[in-house]
């Protein structure tokens, strides 16, 4: 699949509007839509934004081969094998910070890989709006996105 129809689908997967992406990503809405339509091509630091906003990798937005949409459970599934209980023999460089990481992965109980699947597998919005209600900070969050947060949690305490 073309990069720009990717982002596009996964943007509108995500329920984010076009220049509320473009802002998060630091592009212009311009710029961001002629990546869309497929004239212009991500660069450097704008596809590691776009990437970590729409939840998914860099390789994954580059790769035109890969499918959509982006295999997180998959992935989930090669990082944490619920049926071994040793580490499995991968010949890769890995920095302390991804060794860390992966040892985090495997140790983690059934209950919150199941948590983590969900979390990698849910709307962005999703994931931003619990993390707000439970008082994590939430990177690049604007008084419009604040505003509805608290709009909506407001609607779920009347239920």
Excluded: C
């Excluded at 998914?56 to 209980?85: F, K, M, Q």
């Amino acid at each position: 699949m073309e990069i720009g129809r990717k982002i596009l689908n996964l943007r509108k997967e995500r329920n984010l509007a076009q220049r509320t992406l473009a802002h998060d990503a630091e592009v212009t809405p311009s710029a961001l839509s002629r990546i869309e339509a497929g004239i212009h091509t991500p660069k450097g630091p704008a596809v590691l934004q776009l990437a970590r906003i729409l939840g998914t990798t860099a390789d994954y937005v580059l790769d035109e081969s890969a499918p959509y949409p982006p295999p997180a459970r998959e992935l989930l599934a090669n990082l944490v094998d619920e049926s071994r209980s040793e580490p499995r023999e991968i010949s890769a460089v890995l920095s302390e910070r991804e060794e860390r990481l992966l040892t985090s992965l495997r140790s983690l109980d059934v209950e919150r890989r199941r948590l983590l699947e969900a979390a990698l597998t849910a709307p962005r919005d999703e994931v931003r709006f619990t993390a707000w209600v439970a008082g994590a900070v939430v990177p690049g969050l604007d008084d419009a996105e604040r505003e509805r947060f608290r709009f909506r949690a407001r609607e779920l305490g009347d239920r």
